[in-house]
């Protein structure tokens, strides 16, 4: 399949543990993020969304963090399964369109 | 399935010739997006059109165009092609022009110029 990023940070989970992904983000004036996943082969796919006003939020097996003093999110993923092996990335949105996005980090579900 | 069909999947072409790139939104979405993603930028976001008008721009270089058309596919024209320009290219399309609007992205047309 495609590779997005050859030297991409990794973690390797054992298949039903816990997973925590991060990502540091840089202005704080920013009051929307996204987290992707990106299979191989595929485009990025919408995991879940925060607004600046919460610092968690909580979707389907995943949960997403967001620490405004220190800039920094994060990804959790309960019970981790193969089929989450993928890479995962942070956007940011610099206000309109004006999303950046973070390198990513490659998710390894050892079975 | 995502819904956004792009084509073609993969693309090689030579340093200075010119090339399009074809996105299909999903049924009954407006607006159609376009990304480029390399090894060493990651992802960036490049040119959101809605109903046929541009309605962001991001880092898109002047060599590089898009529009979208009645029938609301668009298309993205790469021109004067350096070997920089080499990544996937993705479109991703969603309901409506806002940002909290989940996009839904196509599979990608990886191009490589040599």
């Known amino acids: 399949g495609e590779s997005v990023g050859l030297h991409l940070p990794t973690l390797s989970v054992q298949e039903g543990d816990n997973s925590i992904i991060n990502c540091a983000y840089s202005n704080s004036a920013s009051d929307y993020f996204i987290w992707y996943k990106q299979e191989s082969g595929k485009g990025p796919q919408f995991i879940i969304d925060i607004r600046s006003n919460m610092d968690k939020r909580q979707g389907q097996r995943v949960t997403v963090l967001l620490n405004k003093t220190v800039k920094h999110l994060s990804l959790q993923i309960a019970a981790t399964q193969p089929g989450d092996s993928a890479v995962y990335f942070c956007?940011?949105?610099?206000?309109?369109?004006?999303?950046?996005f973070g390198p990513g980090t490659r998710l390894s579900v050892l079975p | 399935d995502s819904g956004v069909t792009q084509t073609p999947k993969h693309l090689i072409t030579a340093t200075g010739q010119r090339v399009t790139l074809r996105c299909s939104p999903r049924s009954g979405d407006l607006s159609v997006y376009w990304y480029q993603q390399s090894l060493d930028q990651g992802l960036q976001f490049l040119i959101q059109y809605y109903n046929g008008e541009e309605r962001a721009k991001g880092n898109i270089l002047e060599r590089f165009s898009a529009q979208q058309f009645p029938d609301l596919h668009s298309e993205l024209n790469l021109s004067s092609l350096e070997l920089g320009d080499s990544a996937l290219y993705f479109c991703a399309s969603s309901v409506d022009q806002g940002a909290r609007t989940e996009a839904f992205f196509g599979q990608g047309t990886r191009l490589t110029v040599v």
């Open positions: 956007a940011e949105n610099k206000g309109g369109q004006n999303f950046v």
